[in-house]
């Protein structure tokens, strides 16, 4: 098996809050990351898909073709976004990172043009990072 990875950007803004909860409770658990107005992160996203090279190309996946996928799929919704309030996929959630790295895997799968997807890693930080393989 080959594993062919694509690495992606993107800003967008979001607030840590749980609805339910009171705002002692909200500034508790999410500090900082509960500000009202927001805050923002920029983004990387690594896409790996895994596969057997195709004898005729070599490709496991046509890169071209990936960063269409990702660009459509994913980027063209979040880039520049309030990920609480303008993302379908995440309406309802606390977006954290892990809960994007999943929304992002569930706007993917099925879409990837040959091989399967394996992962999704997710940079909110160059030292957070979640990692989700569905």
């Known amino acids: 098996m080959v594993y ?3 690495k ?3 800003s967008a803004a979001h607030r840590l809050y ?3 909860w009171s705002d002692e409770k909200n500034q508790e658990v999410f500090g900082k990351c509960n ?3 927001g805050h923002g992160h920029n983004y990387y996203v690594e896409v790996t898909v895994v596969g057997e090279p195709d004898p005729e190309t070599g ?3 046509d890169l071209k073709l990936l960063k269409r996928v ?7 919704k979040v880039d ?6 303008d993302v379908s996929f995440l309406r309802g ?14 706007q993917l799968i099925g879409k990837i043009p040959s091989g399967s997807l394996h992962s999704v890693k997710l940079y909110e930080t160059e030292k957070n990072i979640v990692e989700y393989r569905g």
């Open 4 to 6: 062919v990875t694509r």
């Open 8 to 10: 992606e950007h993107f």
């Open 18 to 20: 749980n609805p339910e």
């Open 35 to 37: 500000n009202p107005a």
């Open 59 to 61: 490709y496991v996946v």
């Open 70 to 76: 990702i660009h459509d799929e994913v980027l063209s």
């Open 80 to 85: 520049h976004k309030n990920l609480n309030e």
């Open 93 to 106: 959630k606390i977006p954290t990172a892990e809960n994007i790295a999943v929304g992002i895997w569930e």
